[in-house]
């Protein structure tokens, strides 16, 4: 289909909201449209105009993420979506090209997107990323505490306290945000709206918090934070506390998140869902940047294939130093005593995200490395759980 893509001019912005309404089922006063537009995030709008009319579009939000305990520029890809007369033209195809090519010029080195269709995005170079544990727990399973030392305390309006809790936590895990105030400000706190409470311990010292809101004899908890394990023991005594008042508990977790364990009766409802997918947008300026495991100097021969992203395919030559730090340059022709090893970029940004081990991608034929490269991929990049408490 024949079709210009460009960003959006500001007067095209109303329209724009009203294909997300039409496409994502829900609706905006005229006044709503307006505060929302007036509290956007830095973002990107690319459009794809047929006959100067908008048929299909996308945003690019400019956030940043926790990968290996640093900040990494990401690009969220937001609100695609095409009006029904325009669907299967390959707008989206061209939209999502030209977004990669975009973060890519931004320095946006990898990018993150909730999928409609995950064997869609991975078309595209998205691989699965991040999963969450969702808990429905009855009031009668809820842990029996005796009262734990420190305090917890509702507060409102403090957000650098929660900001700070919050950044602990994120940065031991892969994939979770780097909220700014803005994020906070326009997206987190008008979306888990409810009751803030912080837990401080014997020390006096803030160590962890809960987000959340009791309606229908339900606590929702939007958001859980514990900084160690006394944290968590004192804000599930504080939950617990709220038996009179509710039937159940639901709340999401990390998927490794070991409630279960530590309950007296772990028979609660449990569900894994799939949630959000990665991209690595520019590998080699991604690697440039990743932090390694230390106490290993290498080299290594890297395959790659992209068919979205060509500045991503080829032959290269990764040396990783002692100090974690690595290079990366094109490499013309294999070199037979330097370990080889060969993927698709979904599977470089699931390994390098830490969400699968390189062994099992090569178990299940999505890896292809000799035993040596193998070894060393398992030693280079650390173990982490991937986690995702947003949404975009």
Request: aromatic share 10%; net charge negative; charged share 25%.
């Given at each position: 289909m024949d079709a210009e893509i460009r960003l959006l001019l500001e007067e095209e912005m109303i329209e724009s909201m009203e294909l997300s309404e039409f496409a994502f089922q829900y609706e905006q006063t005229p006044e709503e449209r307006e505060r929302k537009r007036a509290a956007r995030l830095p973002s990107q709008n690319w459009g794809a105009f047929v006959q100067e009319r908008l048929a299909a579009k996308l945003t690019i939000l400019e956030l940043k993420t926790w990968i290996q305990g640093k900040v990494f520029d990401m690009g969220g890809i937001a609100g695609v979506a095409t009006w029904p007369e325009y669907r299967r033209g390959g707008l989206v195809s061209r939209l999502l090209e030209r977004?990669?090519?975009?973060?890519?010029q931004r320095g946006q080195t990898v990018s993150f997107l909730h999928p409609f269709d995950f064997g869609f995005y991975r078309k595209f170079g998205w691989e699965t990323y991040a999963e969450y544990k969702k808990y429905e727990i009855p009031t009668a399973l809820l842990p029996k505490l005796p009262p734990q030392p420190g305090a917890v305390r509702r507060i409102k309006d403090d957000l650098p306290l929660l900001s700070g809790l919050y950044e602990q936590m994120a940065r031991r895990y892969n994939g979770t945000l780097?909220?700014?105030?803005?994020?906070?400000?326009?997206?987190?706190?008008?979306s888990k709206k409810g009751t803030v409470a912080v837990c401080f311990d014997a020390a006096g010292e803030p160590a962890g918090y809960a987000i959340y809101q009791v309606k229908d004899r339900t606590m929702t908890v939007h958001e859980l934070v514990c900084l160690h394990h006394g944290a968590r023991l004192q804000l599930w005594r504080f939950i617990a506390d709220h038996d009179s008042m509710i039937d159940k508990v639901t709340l999401t977790a990390p998927a490794n998140d070991p409630l279960p364990f530590v309950l007296s009766n772990p028979r609660i409802g449990q569900e894994i869902v799939p949630y959000f997918m990665a991209r690595i947008v520019d590998a080699p300026a991604f690697v440039a940047e990743y932090p390694f495991s230390t106490g290993i100097e290498c080299e290594l021969e890297l395959t790659l294939t992209d068919e979205r992203?060509?500045?991503?395919?080829?032959?290269?030559?990764?040396?990783?130093?002692?100090?974690?730090?690595?290079?990366?340059?094109a490499a013309a022709h294999p070199v037979a005593q330097i370990p080889q090893l060969s993927c698709d970029i979904q599977t470089f940004t699931s390994m390098l995200m830490s969400y699968q081990r390189p062994a099992l991608l090569r178990d299940i034929g999505r890896l292809s490395a000799d035993d040596n490269a193998l070894e060393l991929l398992e030693r280079l990049i650390p173990a982490a759980q991937t986690y995702l408490p947003d949404f975009f």
């Amino acid at each position: 289909m024949d079709a210009e893509i460009r960003l959006l001019l500001e007067e095209e912005m109303i329209e724009s909201m009203e294909l997300s309404e039409f496409a994502f089922q829900y609706e905006q006063t005229p006044e709503e449209r307006e505060r929302k537009r007036a509290a956007r995030l830095p973002s990107q709008n690319w459009g794809a105009f047929v006959q100067e009319r908008l048929a299909a579009k996308l945003t690019i939000l400019e956030l940043k993420t926790w990968i290996q305990g640093k900040v990494f520029d990401m690009g969220g890809i937001a609100g695609v979506a095409t009006w029904p007369e325009y669907r299967r033209g390959g707008l989206v195809s061209r939209l999502l090209e030209r977004a990669l090519a975009d973060m890519r010029q931004r320095g946006q080195t990898v990018s993150f997107l909730h999928p409609f269709d995950f064997g869609f995005y991975r078309k595209f170079g998205w691989e699965t990323y991040a999963e969450y544990k969702k808990y429905e727990i009855p009031t009668a399973l809820l842990p029996k505490l005796p009262p734990q030392p420190g305090a917890v305390r509702r507060i409102k309006d403090d957000l650098p306290l929660l900001s700070g809790l919050y950044e602990q936590m994120a940065r031991r895990y892969n994939g979770t945000l780097a909220r700014s105030e803005a994020w906070w400000q326009h997206r987190v706190l008008p979306s888990k709206k409810g009751t803030v409470a912080v837990c401080f311990d014997a020390a006096g010292e803030p160590a962890g918090y809960a987000i959340y809101q009791v309606k229908d004899r339900t606590m929702t908890v939007h958001e859980l934070v514990c900084l160690h394990h006394g944290a968590r023991l004192q804000l599930w005594r504080f939950i617990a506390d709220h038996d009179s008042m509710i039937d159940k508990v639901t709340l999401t977790a990390p998927a490794n998140d070991p409630l279960p364990f530590v309950l007296s009766n772990p028979r609660i409802g449990q569900e894994i869902v799939p949630y959000f997918m990665a991209r690595i947008v520019d590998a080699p300026a991604f690697v440039a940047e990743y932090p390694f495991s230390t106490g290993i100097e290498c080299e290594l021969e890297l395959t790659l294939t992209d068919e979205r992203a060509p500045w991503n395919a080829g032959r290269f030559r990764l040396k990783v130093y002692e100090a974690g730090a690595a290079s990366i340059e094109a490499a013309a022709h294999p070199v037979a005593q330097i370990p080889q090893l060969s993927c698709d970029i979904q599977t470089f940004t699931s390994m390098l995200m830490s969400y699968q081990r390189p062994a099992l991608l090569r178990d299940i034929g999505r890896l292809s490395a000799d035993d040596n490269a193998l070894e060393l991929l398992e030693r280079l990049i650390p173990a982490a759980q991937t986690y995702l408490p947003d949404f975009f």
